[in-house]
């Protein structure tokens, strides 16, 4: 008899597809100005890769309290990134950035779900509150 596969962040789609979020960003940051590479550049790519890390990290503790802070950490960067392509736009280095904003609006979606679901799970099952 087959034991059940263990959950990690890896089996998240947030997490899956703030991977991919991740890696077009980086991808962009890569095109901005030479004169961008300390400044938006380096941001951008900073709070690109904060938002699956905060999710495989939180997704790595042991309580949904500890999860549910991480996730909120992943909202903040979310933010940030929202922040940065709109100055971005304003700057001229993109034309549009509404299909990155739909995938920071999904993904702030499944953030929000998750934890909804862990705040239930934490609620019930009071030797998880901390």
């Given at each position: 008899m087959q034991?059940?596969?263990?959950k990690?962040?890896?089996d998240?789609?947030v997490?899956k ?5 991740a890696i077009?960003l980086?991808r962009f940051a ?7 590479k300390?400044?938006?550049n380096?941001?951008?790519k ?11 990290e939180?997704a790595?503790?042991r309580?949904?309290?500890?999860f ?5 950490y ?10 940065q ?15 990155i ?7 702030r979606?499944?953030i ?19």
């Amino acid at each position: 008899m087959q034991t059940p596969k263990t959950k990690s962040h890896k089996d998240l789609d947030v997490w899956k597809l703030s991977i991919e979020l991740a890696i077009e960003l980086y991808r962009f940051a890569n095109t901005l100005p030479i004169e961008e590479k300390f400044g938006m550049n380096s941001q951008i790519k900073r709070a690109a890769t904060s938002v699956p890390m905060n999710i495989a990290e939180g997704a790595g503790r042991r309580t949904p309290g500890a999860f549910i802070q991480f996730l909120n950490y992943s909202m903040g960067s979310l933010s940030e990134i929202e922040t940065q392509m709109e100055i971005c736009l304003r700057l001229g280095y993109i034309d549009d950035i509404k299909p990155i904003i739909g995938q920071i609006i999904l993904i702030r979606r499944m953030i929000t779900n998750l934890i909804r679901a862990l705040e239930l799970k934490k609620g019930s099952n009071t030797e998880d509150n901390e």
